[in-house]
């Protein structure tokens, strides 16, 4: 990737998220942060994983969290080249620090965060 704004957000939104579980979420291990954009909308969810089990991020009341999400997400988006204009990406923090981050450019359900239907809060496909 040759735009460095595009390289700071990719760092940024771990930060981001790993700072909020940090002050929100005690004894927290593992989270994900789905993001999905087209040209004419953009949002999130996540999860996040315990102890004592998977978790959805209520949007409601970390509404802040996820305005600034969502504004990473989209910014992003826009400093992507054309050919590299995602759909979906999957972040991926852990308790360790450590983070992965996927990115989809063609299929907009892929890594689905849901715990309807069966679902586990996991990704599919994660």
């Not at 940024?12 to 942060?33: I, V």
Request: aromatic fraction near 12%; charge should be positive.
């Amino acid at each position: 990737m040759t735009n460095s704004r595009a390289t700071e957000i990719i760092v940024e939104l771990p930060k981001t998220l790993m700072k909020a579980l940090q002050e929100r979420f005690p004894g927290w291990r593992r989270a994900f942060l789905r993001f999905d954009a087209s040209d004419g909308h953009h949002g999130s969810k996540g999860s996040y994983v315990t102890e004592e089990g998977v978790f959805l991020f209520d949007k409601r009341k970390l509404k802040p969290l996820f305005k600034e999400l969502n504004g990473l997400g989209w910014e992003l988006r826009s400093a992507m080249p054309d050919k590299l204009r995602f759909c979906v990406f999957i972040l991926s923090v852990n308790a360790d620090s450590s983070y992965k981050m996927d990115f989809e450019f063609s299929d907009s359900d892929r890594w689905q965060i849901t715990k309807k239907n069966g679902g586990t809060g996991i990704p599919e496909g994660f």
